[in-house]
């Protein structure tokens, strides 16, 4: 079993940045990827940002690519999402997830652990 905490989370105004963390425990993240993912209102899960604790790679959606950055912490069991020049569009609930894999993926499914989230606010 893994548990996963997302703390950072708040309201920023449009152009501002934010950092994301998820903590895990349970079970070492050293054999987990790990994912971001986002729900706004009205509107289904989607994927943002993953990387793989084995490969070291990683992968973005094309909406938060190049203003996002995934990165990790193995040795605190911490996976952060760094969003910089956020937009008015970024504002959801975002979502921390694990699965037992060795490299990133973008399909929800594949994840087998998932966080209560936290919410972002970005005012334009």
């Known amino acids: 079993q893994v548990s996963l905490v997302e703390s950072g989370g708040g309201l920023v105004q449009a152009g501002g940045s934010l950092r994301l963390s998820c903590t895990g425990s349970g079970r070492t993240f050293s054999t987990l990827a790990m994912g971001w993912f986002r729900q706004a209102p009205g509107k289904e899960r989607e994927f943002v940002a993953a990387i793989s604790w084995g490969g070291d790679t990683t992968d973005y959606a094309d909406s938060v690519k190049g203003r996002f950055t995934i990165s990790r912490d193995n040795a605190r069991s911490t996976v952060y999402l760094q969003m910089n020049s956020l937009k008015f569009e970024d504002t959801a609930v975002y979502l921390c997830?694990?699965?037992?894999?060795?490299?990133?993926?973008?399909?929800?499914?594949?994840?087998?652990?998932w966080g209560q989230g936290i919410q972002v606010t970005v005012s334009s």
């Open positions: 997830a694990a699965r037992g894999g060795l490299h990133p993926s973008s399909h929800s499914s594949d994840y087998l652990y």
